[in-house]
């Protein structure tokens, strides 16, 4: 994958990670007249990609994927437009209208990641951006002009030169590590199966459906080409004793089997196995380390329950390049730039996770949840609102706000009768 005959010479920005969040970033500071280079330690070909993912990429995001020059994988070739539909113990949360016309923030996209990755990675590359792949970046060194990467690959140790450095790689970020950015853990008390089938007959208006059971949420997402992914997220009690390849396959079937408002598995074909993840704690970092920004993963891994792993790795990449639209990278520019994209981050990106960490951990007054979802299902103006949190487009004291005043209203006139 690493761009023909790269350069040595020294770089403007230097991005280290080349998943969603790397790539991103490298594309728009490309895009501003920069020399960028991506190093990737990991080699990648057309067939590389993330599969432990749900490919749901919140309305907040999918505006985005235009600016990076990815407006076709809107076409349904390559993606399903859909809108949420909440199954809740209050009753249904489901907004109006299609797909088409309107703008783009109006629906979500099943954008499953072996499409999403290798074109972000080739329109990185018609945009100018160095690849390099196969080459892992072993620490880094700062000094009066920049940053120095010491890098090893399969031809050995090179260094770079670079003005900018972004730390976008992921979860387990070395330069976290390196740089003294401390990781902040909030536990998740949920496990996560995914699976992908042929043969399951999905609602025709290509609605993705999340369906709370108890204090599971388990979910229906239609993908390209008739195909569908499944995805559990369960108390890890209920899930421990599924063992075994196969048993542990049909006992995920027959779980959606027995939901009411599931698509029937009768005709179900298994396409895989099932992957999934027992422990998975939101992980929260700073957005600015000394003078490197942090990206993606590696800034903020959260629960995928709230599905916004892919839209929180563009909108980072996106607060990070408007931070420095206007801007050199001079000195005083960068230390701006820098500035301001953590104050944006923090704006618009942190207040969601708070929501996110809460709903990792098991809620244990299912009355309360009851009757908070009767509220909401009962007033169609406050389903559009959660339906606008849950896409990332409303921000969570907004919604709060209102909820708490029509729990009010709805008490007091409980009072009145």
């Known amino acids: 994958m690493s761009t023909p005959n790269f350069d040595e010479s020294p770089l403007d920005v230097a991005v280290v990670g080349g998943s969603i969040a790397g790539c991103a970033t490298a594309i728009r500071f ?72 309107g703008p783009p923030d109006s629906y979500a996209l099943n954008l499953e990641r072996r499409v999403l990755d290798p074109a972000l990675r080739t329109a990185a ?6 690849y390099i792949d196969s080459t892992a970046v072993e620490s880094i060194e700062e000094d009066e002009s920049g940053w120095i990467l010491n890098t090893r690959g399969e031809s050995g140790s090179h260094p770079f030169r670079a003005r900018l450095v972004v730390a976008a790689d992921g979860r387990r970020s070395r330069l976290a590590k390196e740089l003294g950015n401390a990781t902040e853990e909030h536990p998740n008390e949920r496990a996560a199966l995914f699976g992908y089938f042929s043969g399951i007959k999905t609602r025709e208006d290509n609605r993705s459906v999340f369906i709370m059971n108890d204090r599971d949420l388990a979910c229906v997402y239609p993908l390209v080409e008739g195909r569908t992914q499944l995805v559990l997220f369960a108390e890890k009690a209920r899930v421990e004793g599924w063992q075994g390849a196969d048993g542990r396959l049909q006992q995920f079937m027959n779980y959606f089997d027995d939901l009411p408002d599931a698509p029937s598995m ?32 590696a800034a903020l891994s959260v629960d ?23 801007r050199s990278l001079d000195k005083a520019d960068l230390t701006a730039g820098l500035a301001e994209y953590r104050q944006r981050f923090e704006e618009v990106l942190l207040p969601h996770v708070e929501t996110i960490c809460g709903d990792s951990l098991v809620e244990k007054n299912e009355a309360s949840r009851q009757r908070m979802f009767q509220v909401i299902s009962g007033n169609e103006e406050l389903s559009q609102k959660y339906l606008a949190l849950s896409g ?15 729990l009010m209203s709805r008490g007091a006139a409980g009072l009145k009768r």
């Open 266 to 297: 009768a005709e179900a074909v298994p396409e895989t196995g099932l992957l999934g993840y027992s422990d998975y704690p939101s992980q929260v970092r700073e957005p600015v380390v000394g003078s490197v920004p942090f990206v993606g993963d």
């Open 30 to 101: 490309s895009q501003m007249g920069y020399r960028v280079a991506v190093f990737d330690k990991k080699a990648m070909n057309d067939q590389s990609h993330k599969r432990l993912c749900t490919h749901f990429i919140q309305p907040h995001a999918v505006p985005l994927l235009a600016d990076l020059g990815l407006a076709h994988l809107y076409e349904p070739a390559w993606s399903v437009p859909t809108k949420a539909v909440f199954v809740t113990p209050g009753g249904l949360v489901e907004g109006p209208g299609g797909y088409v016309p």
């Open 125 to 130: 590359q018609k945009q100018g951006v160095q």
């Open 392 to 406: 990332r487009m409303l921000m969570p004291n907004e919604f709060q706000r209102d909820l708490v005043r029509a």
């Open 304 to 326: 995928a329950m709230s599905g916004v792993g892919c839209g929180f790795a563009l909108v980072s990449a996106d607060l990070l390049a408007r931070s420095f639209a206007d």
